[in-house]
Every structure is written in structure tokens, then in C-alpha cells.
């Protein structure tokens, strides 16, 4: 089992940013690879990018040039930098842990962190 545990959200103008955290805890970090992925009201989980064990990253293509992925895996932890955000950046924002890199279906990944709310401003 692994436990995730998103912070960082919060409302933000136009034009901000935000870094995200999820803290991982459980089975050994570096083994897995780490997803982030959005929810807005009425939408459908929708993935923004991952992070592999060793570092390689992968971007929809809505958010590429904005936000940046890293991990820490001494602190059992991923981030996820937001930058230049835009009011249709506004979602839950939730981390996500599987074995394997390579994807973006939600279905792909195995543990989920509950969530943490961006709102962002016009």
C-alpha cells in the first residue's frame, strides 16, 4: 500500500503560480511512478503529467510550457510547479503512484492522494 497526501492548493489570480506537494508514504517511493492529474465540476478526470522513478516527465499537452514536475525521493515526495495559471486551471488536483511510467489513463494507477483544491482567479 501506499498513502498520498496532496497540499498547496488554494485560489490564486490569473497570471500566478502554485506548487502542489504530495508526500508519499508506505512502500519504498523510488519504485513508483508518480501521476498528477485535475478534476473540475462536471468534467472528467483529466491527466496533466508523470514523472517517472528516475526523473523522465511527460505533459498534456494543455499544460506544457506551465507546469513542471519533480520528486524528491529522499523526502518521499513529488511536486507539481504551476506557473502563468489560467481560470480553466481551476480543478481538484489529485497525485497518483504506479509501478510502471508510460500513460495517461486514471485506470493505470494503483494508489490515489484525496485531493487538493486550485481555484484560480480572472
Known amino acids: 500500500q501506499v498513502q498520498l497526501v496532496e497540499s498547496g492548493g488554494g485560489l490564486v489570480q490569473a497570471g500566478g503560480s502554485l506548487r502542489l506537494s504530495c508526500a508519499a508514504s508506505?512502500?519504498?517511493?523510488?519504485?513508483?511512478?508518480m501521476g498528477w492529474f485535475r478534476q473540475a465540476p462536471g468534467k472528467e478526470r483529466e491527466f496533466v503529467g508523470a514523472?517517472?522513478?528516475?526523473?523522465?516527465?511527460n505533459y498534456a499537452d494543455s499544460v506544457k510550457g506551465r507546469f513542471t514536475i519533480s520528486r524528491d525521493n529522499a523526502k518521499n515526495t513529488v511536486y507539481l510547479q504551476m506557473n502563468s495559471l489560467k481560470p480553466e486551471d481551476t480543478a481538484v488536483y489529485s497525485c497518483a503512484a504506479r509501478t510502471k511510467y508510460g500513460g495517461s489513463s486514471p485506470a493505470l494507477y494503483d494508489y490515489w492522494g484525496q485531493g487538493t483544491q486550485v481555484t484560480v482567479s480572472s
Open positions: 508506505g512502500r519504498t517511493f523510488s519504485n513508483y511512478a
Open positions: 514523472i517517472s522513478w528516475g526523473g523522465d516527465t
